[in-house]
Nanobody
């Protein structure tokens, strides 16, 4: 079973920055594919950033140019650097993952339905 633990959330003023991390542990059957999601107050959970095996990335339009996803496969760690934060970014941020056979590549999928493993989330609050 794969366990995911996020860290790095907090409160920041508009225009500020935060950096999130997600560490994966446990038995990983194959290749681990990971992404970041968030769920704001009264909103559905949405995919915001994912990364492929090749390193190519996929972002939701609302965070393009402000957020950067990266990963360290050796450390089983996923990162999200968030800059120019605004109050609309206030949400619970989740790390999620799914596995594929080791000979397959991860595709940068933003759809929540494809993800099997989820962290507990870390809160990000941006004040104006």
């Amino acid at each position: 079973q794969v366990q995911l633990v996020e860290s790095g959330g907090g409160s920041v003023q508009s225009g500020g920055s935060l950096s999130l991390s997600c560490v994966a542990s446990g038995y990983i059957p194959g290749r681990l594919c990971m992404g970041w999601f968030r769920q704001g107050p009264g909103k559905s959970r949405e995919g915001i950033a994912t990364i492929a095996s090749s390193g190519s990335t996929n972002y939701v339009d609302s965070v393009k140019g402000r957020f950067t996803i990266s990963q360290d496969n050796a450390k089983r760690t996923l990162y999200l650097q968030m800059n120019s934060l605004n109050p609309e970014d206030t949400a619970m941020y989740y790390c999620a993952a799914f596995t594929v056979p080791i000979e397959h590549d991860c595709r940068p999928v933003l759809d929540t339905k494809g993800y099997k493993y989820w962290g507990q989330g870390t809160q990000v609050t941006v004040s104006s």
